[in-house]
């Protein structure tokens, strides 16, 4: 999950030189879709981090993880058994 939300901050900084290469490289056309299908990776890259976000924050409210069955009885960890 680490990797997950680290790419979108790796394709940051690494989309700019490709797309600079293939400006000066490839017709204006190929160069066009190129960036704009890096920009497409780079967004959903970044959807998928936000989700990633999202879905973590809500598993720790425990009226959303009851929905999905991963609640746990309050103190069921820490009780001490009798």
Not at 38 to 58: E, H, I, N, P
């Given at each position: 999950m680490t990797a997950l939300l680290l790419l979108p901050l790796v394709l940051t900084f690494a989309l700019p030189a490709p797309a600079r290469r293939s400006v000066d490289r490839l017709a204006p056309v190929a160069a066009l879709w190129v960036i704009t299908v890096?920009?497409?990776?780079?967004?959903?890259?970044?959807?998928?981090?936000?989700?990633?976000?999202?879905?973590?924050?809500?598993l720790a409210l425990s009226v959303f993880a009851a929905l999905v069955g991963h609640a746990y009885p309050p103190n069921a960890r820490t009780s001490p058994r009798p």
């Open positions: 890096s920009a497409v990776v780079w967004a959903g890259c970044s959807l998928a981090a936000l989700g990633a976000f999202v879905l973590s924050g809500l």
